[in-house]
């Protein structure tokens, strides 16, 4: 079954960090860029970050996140990773990881897979 698996969230107190995986099952992530989107309850969904296939070294983070998380990939364990530093209230939400099965980043496309989420709540 052609999945993607969430993982890694959980209650964390500001200014905490906290690292997301994606893992695929099913085919290989290698080729593609791996997206994570944010929905916080009563908010719209956000992209937060994006990483290409490697070969392209290629990322995209969002304003609201760009300095605090940190998107990477390891390949072999067909898993993509979010690293959350300096957590705020305002980050928390579900997180998802998707993909429009491309090998780049790219904004305003259809995401043929999403993983079914992970919660992540910054709270003290």
């Known amino acids: 079954q052609v999945q993607l698996v969430e993982s890694g969230g959980g209650l964390v107190q500001p200014g905490g960090s906290l690292r997301l995986s994606c893992a695929a099952s099913?085919?290989?992530?290698?080729?593609?860029?791996i997206n994570w989107f944010r929905q916080a309850a009563g908010k719209e969904r956000e992209r937060v970050s994006c990483?290409?296939?490697?070969?392209?070294?290629?990322?995209y983070y969002a304003d609201s996140v760009k300095g605090r998380f940190t998107i990477s990939r390891n390949d072999a364990k067909n898993t993509v990773y979010l690293q959350m530093n300096s957590l705020k209230p305002e980050d928390t939400a579900i997180y998802y990881c998707?993909?429009?099965?491309?090998?780049?980043?790219?904004?305003?496309?259809?995401?043929?897979?999403w993983g079914q989420g992970t919660q992540v709540t910054v709270s003290s």
């Open positions: 990483i290409s296939r490697s070969s392209y070294g290629r990322t």
């Open positions: 099913g085919f290989g992530l290698d080729y593609y860029a």
């Open positions: 998707a993909t429009d099965l491309s090998e780049n980043c790219r904004s305003g496309v259809e995401y043929n897979l």
